[in-house]
């Protein structure tokens, strides 16, 4: 039975496990689509749903919320100016979990989640270890920052 288990630990403890929730939840607000562990993203989806939820309101409240979470503080307006109209007609279901080829050196389930509606080429599901690398290389991260579009190809091993 699960009893008790409402969420993953991650193997961390609670401040560890905030910490790290708090850094992919920035990136995946930041970046729209970030790769990161199965456990992590699935952790994820109930985190950015939430933040989502809270730009809607737009109370003083959840902008206390959203500061608190956001770790880089000029992300926040992102989230609730473009975030927050993009998914005004959207009850719930902002985020996507895609499960791509396990990871080259110990094996570990990855996935790549990302933000709905988010303007990114879609991401088609790769079958093999040469799609999964062709199509790393392809992906790109866009940013909005303070209006301005920015597109950068990130290196190995950052969000994408």
Do not use: C
């Amino acid at each position: 039975m699960r009893h008790g288990k409402k969420f993953r630990k991650l193997g961390r403890d609670r401040r560890h496990r905030q910490a790290l929730l708090k850094n992919l939840a920035t990136a995946l607000m930041k970046h729209e689509r970030i790769v990161t562990t199965l456990a992590k993203a699935k952790e994820l989806k109930r985190v950015g749903d939430r933040m989502i939820t809270h730009a809607k309101r737009g109370t003083p409240q959840s902008r206390k919320e959203l500061d608190r979470w956001m770790k880089e503080k000029y992300v926040v307006p992102k989230v609730l100016g473009p975030l927050a109209k993009r998914y005004e007609g959207r009850e719930g279901g902002y985020t996507r979990v895609l499960r791509i080829p396990n990871r080259k050196g110990d094996q570990a389930e990855m996935a790549v989640i990302e933000l709905v509606e988010n303007g990114l080429p879609p991401l088609p599901h790769p079958k093999t270890i040469e799609e999964y690398n062709r199509l790393q290389t392809q992906m790109t991260a866009r940013s909005v920052i303070n209006g301005v579009e920015q597109i950068n190809v990130p290196p190995q091993g950052t969000p994408v």
